[in-house]
Protein backbone atom coordinates (compact mmCIF):
# COMPACT_ATOMS: atom_id res chain seq x y z
CA UNK A 1 0.00 0.00 0.00
CA UNK A 2 1.45 3.26 -1.35
CA UNK A 3 0.06 6.86 -0.56
CA UNK A 4 1.23 10.01 -2.11
CA UNK A 5 -0.31 13.10 -0.94
CA UNK A 6 0.63 16.25 -2.89
CA UNK A 7 -0.39 20.08 -3.67
CA UNK A 8 -0.28 21.94 -0.54
CA UNK A 9 1.82 25.44 -0.80
CA UNK A 10 1.45 29.00 0.31
CA UNK A 11 -1.95 30.73 -0.25
CA UNK A 12 -3.14 34.06 1.04
CA UNK A 13 -6.54 33.75 3.07
CA UNK A 14 -9.62 32.92 1.06
CA UNK A 15 -7.50 31.65 -1.78
CA UNK A 16 -8.01 27.73 -2.70
CA UNK A 17 -5.43 24.77 -3.32
CA UNK A 18 -6.83 21.40 -4.32
CA UNK A 19 -4.55 18.16 -2.89
CA UNK A 20 -4.20 14.78 -4.51
CA UNK A 21 -3.55 11.57 -2.79
CA UNK A 22 -2.40 9.04 -5.42
CA UNK A 23 -2.77 5.41 -4.43
CA UNK A 24 -0.65 2.59 -5.76
CA UNK A 25 -0.82 -1.09 -5.05
CA UNK A 26 -3.69 -0.94 -3.95
CA UNK A 27 -7.79 0.35 -5.52
CA UNK A 28 -9.12 2.84 -3.44
CA UNK A 29 -12.03 2.17 -4.48
CA UNK A 30 -13.03 -0.31 -1.76
CA UNK A 31 -11.67 1.22 1.15
CA UNK A 32 -12.50 4.36 3.20
CA UNK A 33 -10.00 6.90 2.64
CA UNK A 34 -9.52 9.97 4.86
CA UNK A 35 -7.61 13.76 5.32
CA UNK A 36 -5.70 14.83 8.23
CA UNK A 37 -3.74 17.56 9.34
CA UNK A 38 -1.81 18.36 11.50
CA UNK A 39 -0.42 21.87 13.27
CA UNK A 40 2.79 22.72 14.87
CA UNK A 41 2.31 21.60 18.78
CA UNK A 42 -1.16 20.07 17.94
CA UNK A 43 -2.57 16.75 17.75
CA UNK A 44 -3.85 15.00 14.62
CA UNK A 45 -7.37 15.37 13.32
CA UNK A 46 -9.17 14.25 10.96
CA UNK A 47 -10.70 16.73 8.16
CA UNK A 48 -12.40 14.37 5.43
CA UNK A 49 -13.06 11.15 4.62
CA UNK A 50 -14.92 8.81 1.85
CA UNK A 51 -16.73 6.12 3.58
CA UNK A 52 -16.55 2.42 2.52
CA UNK A 53 -19.62 2.01 4.19
CA UNK A 54 -21.80 4.26 2.14
CA UNK A 55 -19.13 6.00 0.03
CA UNK A 56 -20.19 9.11 1.22
CA UNK A 57 -18.21 11.89 2.02
CA UNK A 58 -17.92 13.22 5.83
CA UNK A 59 -15.70 16.62 7.06
CA UNK A 60 -15.31 18.00 10.40
CA UNK A 61 -17.16 20.93 11.26
CA UNK A 62 -14.54 23.30 11.21
CA UNK A 63 -14.18 22.76 7.28
CA UNK A 64 -17.58 21.90 6.37
CA UNK A 65 -18.80 24.26 3.55
CA UNK A 66 -15.43 25.17 2.44
CA UNK A 67 -13.57 21.56 1.51
CA UNK A 68 -14.88 18.70 -0.61
CA UNK A 69 -13.08 15.50 -0.74
CA UNK A 70 -14.01 13.36 -4.04
CA UNK A 71 -12.14 10.47 -5.90
CA UNK A 72 -11.34 9.06 -9.25
CA UNK A 73 -11.66 6.12 -9.43
CA UNK A 74 -9.70 5.98 -13.11
CA UNK A 75 -7.13 7.66 -11.38
CA UNK A 76 -6.56 6.07 -8.34
CA UNK A 77 -6.69 9.19 -6.59
CA UNK A 78 -8.83 11.34 -4.02
CA UNK A 79 -8.79 14.81 -4.07
CA UNK A 80 -9.50 17.75 -1.35
CA UNK A 81 -10.64 21.13 -2.55
CA UNK A 82 -10.05 23.64 -0.18
CA UNK A 83 -11.53 27.07 -0.82
CA UNK A 84 -12.27 29.81 1.39
CA UNK A 85 -9.14 28.71 3.41
CA UNK A 86 -7.82 30.76 6.43
CA UNK A 87 -4.98 31.06 8.70
CA UNK A 88 -5.61 28.38 11.13
CA UNK A 89 -6.34 25.95 8.31
CA UNK A 90 -2.43 25.86 8.18
CA UNK A 91 -1.00 22.34 8.32
CA UNK A 92 0.72 19.07 7.33
CA UNK A 93 -1.81 17.82 5.15
CA UNK A 94 -1.68 13.73 5.14
CA UNK A 95 -4.15 11.19 3.45
CA UNK A 96 -4.84 7.90 5.19
CA UNK A 97 -6.44 4.40 4.01
CA UNK A 98 -8.43 2.31 6.13
CA UNK A 99 -8.00 -1.31 4.96
CA UNK A 100 -11.41 -3.09 6.51
CA UNK A 101 -13.97 -2.61 4.19
CA UNK A 102 -18.01 -1.66 5.06
CA UNK A 103 -17.32 -0.08 8.43
CA UNK A 104 -18.77 2.29 9.68
CA UNK A 105 -18.02 5.40 9.63
CA UNK A 106 -18.54 6.57 13.22
CA UNK A 107 -15.15 7.39 14.87
CA UNK A 108 -13.85 8.12 11.43
CA UNK A 109 -11.85 11.27 12.95
CA UNK A 110 -9.38 8.95 15.34
CA UNK A 111 -5.84 9.09 13.77
CA UNK A 112 -5.60 5.35 15.37
CA UNK A 113 -8.64 3.14 13.52
CA UNK A 114 -6.60 4.28 10.16
CA UNK A 115 -3.48 1.78 9.38
CA UNK A 116 -1.81 3.35 6.18
CA UNK A 117 -0.53 7.07 5.91
CA UNK A 118 1.11 8.84 3.34
CA UNK A 119 3.81 11.18 3.41
CA UNK A 120 2.17 14.74 3.94
CA UNK A 121 2.04 17.49 2.38
CA UNK A 122 2.64 21.68 3.82
CA UNK A 123 -0.16 24.00 3.32
CA UNK A 124 0.58 27.72 4.31
CA UNK A 125 -2.66 30.01 4.60
CA UNK A 126 -0.80 33.80 5.34
CA UNK A 127 -0.65 37.23 3.72
Known amino acids: VQLQASGGGLVQPGGSLRLSCAAS????????IGWFRQAPGKEREGVSC????????YYADSVKGRFTMSRDNAKNTVYLQMNNLKPEDTAVYYC?????????????????????WGQGTQVTVSS
Open 96 to 116: AMDPRTYRSPTGWTNPERWDY
Open 25 to 32: KFTLDYYA
Open 50 to 57: ISSYDGIA
